[in-house]
């Protein structure tokens, strides 16, 4: 069992920056692939980013690419996600979860933290 805790949410003028924080708990956290997701009012949720256990692979959204950075550190089981030059389309809750054996299908989500850029 994996608990993930978001934070480092919050209000940012566009061209902006925020680093989320995703807290892991479990002794297994480094085998995890670890990614971000986004969900905005009205809309469904998106794949924002994501890193495996080794940290070799790391993917990331069009739309995001070049502006946000995903990071790990499997010693404090915490995975970030640095974004830059942020835009108000960038506005939504932003999820942290895990997989286990596929980067298609995550089993444990956190709670969720809101970003929110102004124009």
């Known amino acids: 069992q994996v608990q993930l805790v978001e934070s480092g949410g919050g209000l940012v003028q566009a061209g902006g920056s925020l680093r989320l924080s995703c807290a892991a708990s479990g002794r297994t956290f480094s085998r995890y692939i670890m990614g971000w997701f986004r969900q905005a009012p009205g809309k469904e949720r998106e794949f924002v980013a994501a890193k495996d256990w080794s940290g070799g692979g790391t993917y990331y959204a069009d739309s995001v690419k070049g502006r946000f950075t995903i990071s790990r550190d499997n010693a404090k089981n915490t995975v970030y996600l640095q974004m830059n030059s942020l835009k108000p389309e960038d506005t939504a809750v932003y999820y942290c979860?895990?997989?286990?054996?596929?980067?298609?299908?995550?089993?444990?989500w956190g709670q969720g933290t809101q970003v929110t850029v102004s124009s």
């Open positions: 979860a895990a997989a286990k054996y596929s980067w298609s299908q995550y089993d444990y």
